[in-house]
């Protein structure tokens, strides 16, 4: 019945959304997809052992995934706050009593940090991201990334494995508009904690799960698109929920609610088909990177990369010769044209 719409809406838009083709296709991102399982995994035990009072569930099986989770990607840290989130927006829980069901994650995530931490190669990539940029240019370029990514939950004609997103050092009039329309989201989904909970959970899911790896550490990329296989599960459910509770309203408002439901599925499943078919081949990947991402010279070197591997050596030339005047200090894009002109003049000889 009605009442399994919005467990539906949700699960058939995160399964048919395009902008989830790279952390499912690209085997690469594969790891995203691995951890978001594990994660939600821990959360699903939590909630039922909660509800159930069963300790097994709480304070063994899903601390158990969540551990899972922060051996597949770290950035599963996170999930002690989302189970706060989840207590506070959902099941209306006081925070000392969510500390006490939670209690075994604290000590969990205590001591994931500290072997992290103390990790020679954590701390590696730690210094890396220090020199990379500071602080205050990361959280500025953040808000450039994370106004990106939610804009790809709609733009789904435009997907990138490389999106064009550059570091961003000062604040101008348009960021500071970004930052407007992010904090009167989060505002509004505040003050309608009470009537409509599912979009403050939604809204701070997507904050929380970002948090580790779209902050204060720099990354050499600003952001990427497998960053929302997990994140926008929050948001995709509070849209399966603010669905089924206008499909309550009477019967007409349902059958407008579940149609347009419907053709929005498959608009998604459309584009995801379509997505799919970009990674058949390295040279159909990096074509429709270089499409959507125009001007940075690190997809057309890709592209000059797979258009050789493929036996297409002028094709090769020309992208490599893009790839230098965008950025004639592309070392790569460089050495990669001297040496197939030269193995272009041994053939000759």
Known sequence: GWLTFPALFT???????PVHTEAVTYISGRSASLMSLFFLGSL???AKGVEESKWVLTRILSPLLFI?????????????????LWDFSVAGRAWQRSLREQWVHWMVLIILMFVILTHPRYLTLLLFSSELRGIHDNMISQIDGISYLLSRLVAVNSLTIDPDIAPVTRMDLLM???VVLLCIGTGVSFLFRKQRPWFLFGIFWFFLVLMPSNSIIARLDVVNERHLYLADFGIFLALGCEAGCLGTLNTGIRTAVAGTAAALLCVLLFFTVNRNNDYRTEVSLWESTVRNSPIKARGYNNLGCAYELAGMPEKAVRAYEIALRLDPFHENARANLVRLNAKEVLKLE
């Not at 699960?11 to 959304?17: N, S």
């Not at 051996?71 to 706060?84: N, R």
């Open 68 to 84: 899972a989770a922060v051996a597949t990607k770290e950035i599963a840290v996170a999930l002690p706050l989302v189970l706060l």
């Open 11 to 17: 699960a058939l838009l995160f399964a048919l959304h």
């Open 176 to 178: 500071w508009a970004k």
């Open 44 to 46: 699903l035990a939590y």
